[in-house]
């Protein structure tokens, strides 16, 4: 699966993520920080589903209708927890992310707003 980690992610993810066979890009690795708009934009112009920590990107999604090719948003996760509970939710909820749902994750819950908001 394609992937785009947000800059607050935790950058060890990337590692836990490409080792289980992953195509992952951090936006840490780049020279500067786009901005939340241009993140999305990216990520849905290539193909990838956005995992942040973030919850502005819904509101770009939802409110101003910016497309992208889902969203996985972590929350109240450790660093370590990260990887473990992206996993998990890519395992369980790949083709709701595909769709463009929101999936929104912690330890032991996870929401889904599919992609047409019901």
Request: charged content about 25%; hydrophobic content about 40%.
């Amino acid at each position: 699966m394609k992937l785009l980690l947000d800059t607050c992610v935790w950058g060890g993810v990337q590692t836990e993520l490409v080792n289980a066979g992953h195509d992952v890009v951090w936006v840490g690795d780049w020279s500067k920080d786009p901005g939340d708009e241009e993140i999305l934009t990216t990520a849905y112009r290539e193909g990838r589903i956005l995992v942040t920590l973030d919850k502005d990107f819904g509101e770009l999604a939802i409110v101003r209708r910016i497309p992208h090719y889902g969203i996985l948003r972590l929350v109240n996760l450790s660093s370590r927890q990260q990887a473990a509970v992206c996993l998990r939710v890519l395992t369980l909820y790949s083709d709701e992310l595909i769709s463009g749902a929101i999936v929104t994750a912690e330890l032991g819950r996870v929401r889904i707003r599919p992609p047409n908001g019901t």
